[in-house]
């Protein structure tokens, strides 16, 4: 059983992380999960009718509100465990969990919502549009990381070929060296100011140095 104060302490952090990662969420990343999930209306439209009587419609406005509380809850089960081990706000990478779990909800109800309309036209459209929307943003998200990324790499490889040079030439000082670009959708392998920071360690020992390496303020 978890003592008391740290399952209240991991309850609070839960919260905060809820909050702090919806937040940005919904500004940022939401109208693309709901672009993403257009196409599920005509997929739904398009197959067998579940929901054929009033009753049964009138039911999902319900349904609807206690699916939102059931993926608030899901989402805080899901934040709770890393809050309890790390006894802190749970990493923004968390984030991406959270988009495939509304992702896949907002797929759901899309897909009931054009199971229930008879208006194909409209789901059509919605088909069509949504579909050359996402090939465009697609496109365009490709040609951005290429460039972004070639820029990264070609940065990183600079430092790598600089520093190799340095080493053969007998170097024993310390070597600041500037900022890496960004680095897109890669991670970095950016190292720190602090030369004994563990980055910069394993960045060193990497590279078989015998110098230590800081990056500059």
């Given amino acids: 059983m978890l003592p008391a104060p740290s399952f209240i302490f991991a309850c ?19 109208p693309y999960v709901i672009l993403f ?28 509100f206690v699916s939102i509380i059931a993926l608030l809850l899901l989402v805080f089960i899901i ?15 968390y984030q991406s969990v959270i988009i495939v779990v509304v992702g896949i909800y907002c797929c759901s109800w899309a897909f009931i919502i054009g199971n229930v309309i008879e208006l194909k036209k409209i789901a059509i459209g919605l088909f069509y549009i949504s579909v050359s929307l996402i090939i465009i943003l697609n496109g365009f998200s490709i040609l951005n990381q290429y460039k ?15 520093l190799k040079g340095l080493e053969e030439a007998g170097n ?11 680095s897109g959708f890669l991670y970095s392998a950016e190292i720190s100011q602090d030369s004994s920071y563990f980055v910069n360690e394993h960045f060193k020992e990497g590279l078989f140095l015998s110098y230590f390496v800081k990056l500059k303020k």
């Fill in 148 to 162: 972004i990324i070639s820029k990264y790499s070609s940065a990183l490889d600079n430092r790598i070929r600089c």
């Fill in 37 to 64: 999930s257009l196409p599920s209306i005509y997929l739904g439209n398009i197959s067998e009718k579940i929901f054929k009587t009033e009753k049964k419609i009138s039911h999902l406005i319900k349904y609807f």
């Fill in 172 to 182: 024993k000082k310390t070597v600041t060296l500037t900022p890496l670009p960004s």
């Fill in 79 to 93: 934040l709770f465990p890393a809050s309890y081990i790390l006894s802190d706000i749970v990493p923004g990478r």
């Fill in 12 to 30: 609070k952090t839960a919260c905060i992380s809820c909050y702090k990662i919806f937040l940005p969420f919904i500004t940022n990343k939401f």
